[in-house]
C-alpha cells in the first residue's frame, strides 16, 4: 500500500495528554493522547469535558510530546473522546508514531469500524481496546448505555451494535485485539446479569482471540451528572461479586480497580 500523504492534515482536534501511564496499556508503558469529539453522550462520561468543541493542536506539538516521553515509553495511544473520529487525523498521526518507532494503542468504542479496518489495513496499529457498554444483542439496553435520547446523539442503537460487533470481528481478524471491557458504575451495568449477558454476547470473540474481559471501575465524582457524581464507586468487593457468575463462561476474565489494578478473577480466588 502507498505511504499515507497527508498534506492537507495536519492538525489533530486535540482534548488533553498523560506523558507516561503504565494503566492504560497494561504491561506497557504508554503516552496518552485524548482527542477531542464523540458521537456518543453516556450519562456516565468521565471525559465529558472533551466530547465537542475545538482545540487544533498542531502535529509538530504532538511530535514534541512523544519525543519528551520517548526513552520512558513504547507505546503511544489515542483515546478520547472517540479517537477515530478524526479520520484523516488519526491515520497520519498513527503514521507518525510508527515511523518513531512505537507502538500504536487504540482505545475506542467501536463507532468506527471503517477507520478501524484502514488503521489495521496499513498496518498503523498494534493494540486496540475495545469498549462494550451494553450486550451485543441488546439494543435498547446499549443505547441507554450511550446517551441516545440526547438530541446530539444521531446514530441509532442498532446501528451501534454492529458497529461494535463489526469493530471487534476487524480487530480480531489483524490480531490487534488486546481487551474488550465495560466500565462499571452504580446504575449502570452494576448487575451480575447485565455483566453476564455481555460477557455471552461478546464470548466467541474472547474465545478466538484469547484477550480478556476487563470489569473496570468508573469513578461517579469524575463524571458530569449532578446525581451520580454525589455516589461512590463500586467497591473492588462488588465488582467482583458482580463478576463472578460469569466464569462459568469459560473466558478470562479481570477486575480493574484504583486500589489493586487489573487482576483475574477465579472461583478459587473469590
Ligand atoms: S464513548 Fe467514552 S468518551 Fe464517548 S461519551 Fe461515552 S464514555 Fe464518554
Known amino acids: 500500500m502507498d505511504p499515507l500523504t497527508c498534506n492537507d492534515c495536519t492538525t489533530v482536534n486535540f482534548g488533553d495528554s498523560i506523558p507516561l501511564s503504565t494503566l492504560d496499556w497494561p504491561g506497557r508503558a504508554s503516552v496518552v493522547f485524548f482527542l477531542r469529539g464523540c458521537p456518543y453522550r453516556c450519562p456516565y462520561c468521565q471525559n465529558y469535558s472533551i ?36 479520520k484523516d487525523a488519526i491515520l497520519a498521526l498513527c503514521s507518525l508514531v510508527k515511523d518513531l518507532g512505537l507502538d500504536v494503542g487504540i482505545h ?20 486496540v481496546f475495545i469498549d462494550v457498554k451494553a450486550p451485543l ?27 461494535v460487533r463489526e469493530s471487534i470481528e476487524i480487530a480480531v481478524k489483524y490480531g490487534v485485539l488486546e481487551e474488550l471491557r465495560t466500565t462499571v458504575l452504580p446504575q ?4 451480575p446479569e447485565e455483566i453476564r449477558s455481555i460477557v455471552y454476547s461478546i464470548a466467541p470473540f474472547l474465545e478466538i482471540s484469547k484477550v480478556p474481559y476487563v470489569v473496570q ?30 466464569l462459568d463462561v469459560g473466558v478470562e476474565i479481570y477486575v480493574r480497580t484504583r486500589e489493586k489494578g487489573s487482576e483475574r478473577i477465579s472461583f478459587e480466588t473469590i
Open 137 to 163: 444483542n441488546d439494543p435498547e439496553s446499549y443505547g441507554r448505555m450511550i446517551g441516545s435520547e440526547k438530541p446530539s446523539v444521531t446514530i441509532l442503537p442498532d446501528e451501534v451494535t454492529e458497529k
Open 188 to 191: 449502570h451495568m452494576d448487575s
Open 51 to 86: 466530547l465537542s468543541g475545538s482545540d487544533p493542536v498542531d502535529f509538530s506539538r504532538i511530535e514534541q510530546l512523544i519525543e519528551s516521553s520517548r526513552l520512558f515509553v513504547s507505546t503511544v495511544i489515542f483515546s478520547g473522546g472517540e479517537p477515530l473520529q478524526q
Open 108 to 127: 475506542t468504542n467501536g463507532a468506527y469500524p471503517d477507520v478501524l479496518e484502514e488503521l489495521c489495513k496499513r498496518k498503523l496499529v498494534d493494540g
Open 217 to 246: 471501575q468508573g469513578l461517579p465524582g469524575n463524571t458530569g451528572d449532578r446525581i451520580l457524581k454525589e455516589l461512590s464507586p463500586l467497591s473492588r468487593e462488588s465488582l467482583l461479586m458482580l463478576s463472578k457468575p460469569s
